[in-house]
């Protein structure tokens, strides 16, 4: 005997299908297989939900006014528009905006609004629910992974913070949500068709319409998958790197163990598309005594020479029992003249949300609620 503890009602609106988390294929076999739409009418009829779904936002067929009356209808039998469940909603005293997005029972991912980033602002979208990596500077890592996002709940991060900004009804020049980065939870190469499939509804220049150019891929480095994600996706590549040498990474990022360095560079110099005007970018979080002397510095320069590349230097954003402690400012500052001399772009991170545990590396589904003092031991944290 199953015990079923949510109301009847919403597990029977669960059941059925969300036609705006479908890719354009997907949403046209569902309109077919549902009798909603005939084979010969199921392509035009996927393009004016689309519109109104990926354009509009809309999360009711009831407002699509270029439908007929009785095909919304049958549409709002068969199907549904809704939004997952916004468990909690923070709001940094720097702008920063955190959602904790509930997709089923014990299955829940955050998702973070960082403003005045790119054209306007960036997404940064969780892959995963947990992570199996256990990079020891990333709470995340902390949490045993539970598993993929789908493609639609990963596009649902994107749906929530339009709504949330009000930006399905902006003009294009008005928008506050213009680039999206994969930088959230999870490593996204672990969960390469959901990201792939995620990128082609959020691409689509008859929906949202983010370029693929303002799309970001973070990795630690899945050296087997990374051809694949340039050839699938176009994005931009980001790897976390944080370290020199082998010893050190294998360390920080174990995956490293798997991938080493050299491994991954040969990986990084063969991604589709690498030039001057499509860098990569890597990710260096500055960890007090531990990889920001100005050897370091020196040797990452070495490392990358001729990769069309640039150096985020990341101050590190401490959590509740973070084994490490933030480099300084004079050390950082050190660190990023010394790339910058050989002539890397070197910008220093400013750390954004920490006071509610949306920065960099601060993830984690729990959203675990600080006493106030802890909060602002956080927000006075060197960096």
């Known amino acids: 005997m199953t015990l079923v503890l949510a109301p009847s009602r919403v597990s029977a609106v669960a059941e059925r299908p969300n036609l705006s988390r479908m890719?354009?294929?997907?949403?046209?076999?569902?309109?077919v297989a549902a009798e909603v739409a005939a084979p010969s009418a199921a392509r035009m009829r996927a393009d004016q939900i689309w519109g109104w779904a990926h354009k509009r936002g809309a999360t009711?067929?009831?407002?699509?006014?270029?439908?007929?009356?009785?095909?919304?209808?049958?549409?709002?039998?068969?199907?549904?528009?809704?939004?997952?469940?916004?468990?909690?909603r923070q709001l940094s005293t720097d702008?920063?905006?955190?959602?904790?997005?509930?997709?089923?029972?014990?299955?829940?991912?955050?998702?973070?609004?960082?403003?005045?980033?790119?054209?306007?602002?960036?997404?940064?979208?969780?892959?995963?629910?947990g992570c199996t990596l256990n990079c020891t500077f990333c709470h995340t890592g902390t949490q045993a992974l539970v598993?993929?996002?789908?493609?639609?709940?990963?596009?649902?991060?994107?749906?929530?913070?339009?709504?949330?900004?009000?930006?399905?009804?902006?003009a294009p020049g008005e928008r506050r949500l213009t680039n999206i980065v994969f930088m959230g939870m999870g490593e996204p190469l672990y969960n390469l068709d959901g990201v792939a499939d995620a990128m082609d509804i959020i691409s689509d220049d008859q929906g949202v319409g983010i370029s693929r150019r303002r799309i970001t891929v973070s990795t630690s480095g899945v050296v087997p998958k990374m051809t694949e994600l340039g050839t699938r996706t176009s994005a931009m590549l980001a790897i976390s790197l944080h370290a020199v040498s082998d010893e050190l990474r294998d360390v920080l990022v174990p995956?490293?163990?798997?991938?080493?360095?050299?491994?991954?560079?040969?990986?990084?110099?063969?991604?589709?598309?690498?030039?001057?005007?499509?860098?990569?970018?890597?990710?260096y979080v500055m960890l007090k005594g531990v990889n920001d002397s100005p050897a370091e510095a020196r040797a990452l320069v070495r490392l990358l020479a001729g990769i069309p590349a640039k150096?985020?230097?990341?101050?590190?954003?401490?959590?509740?029992?973070?084994?490490?402690?933030?480099?300084?400012?004079?050390?950082?500052?050190?660190?990023?003249?010394?790339?910058?001399r050989a002539g890397y772009a070197s910008p220093i991170r400013t750390p954004r949300g920490r006071d509610i545990l949306a920065a960099c590396g601060q993830l984690r589904s729990e959203s675990e609620k600080l006493r106030a003092s802890q909060r602002r031991k956080l927000e006075t944290a060197p960096g």
Not at 23 to 31: M, Q, Y
Not at 147 to 164: H, K, M, P, S, Y
């Open 23 to 31: 890719t354009r294929g997907a949403l046209i076999d569902a309109l």
């Open 60 to 88: 009711s067929f009831d407002v699509m006014t270029n439908v007929a009356k009785e095909t919304r209808a049958a549409l709002a039998e068969a199907f549904t528009l809704d939004r997952p469940q916004i468990l909690d």
């Open 95 to 129: 702008g920063v905006i955190k959602w904790l997005i509930g997709f089923g029972p014990g299955v829940a991912a955050e998702t973070v609004f960082i403003p005045d980033v790119g054209r306007s602002g960036a997404l940064c979208v969780s892959s995963q629910v």
């Open 147 to 170: 598993r993929n996002l789908t493609a639609g709940e990963i596009f649902a991060q994107v749906q929530v913070a339009r709504d949330d900004l009000n930006d399905w009804t902006a």
């Open 255 to 283: 995956i490293n163990r798997a991938y080493p360095i050299a491994e991954l560079l040969k990986a990084i110099r063969a991604y589709p598309g690498l030039s001057n005007a499509r860098r990569v970018t890597f990710e």
């Open 311 to 340: 150096i985020n230097l990341i101050p590190f954003n401490p959590w509740p029992g973070a084994p490490y402690e933030c480099s300084s400012n004079a050390t950082i500052k050190t660190f990023a003249d010394i790339v910058n």
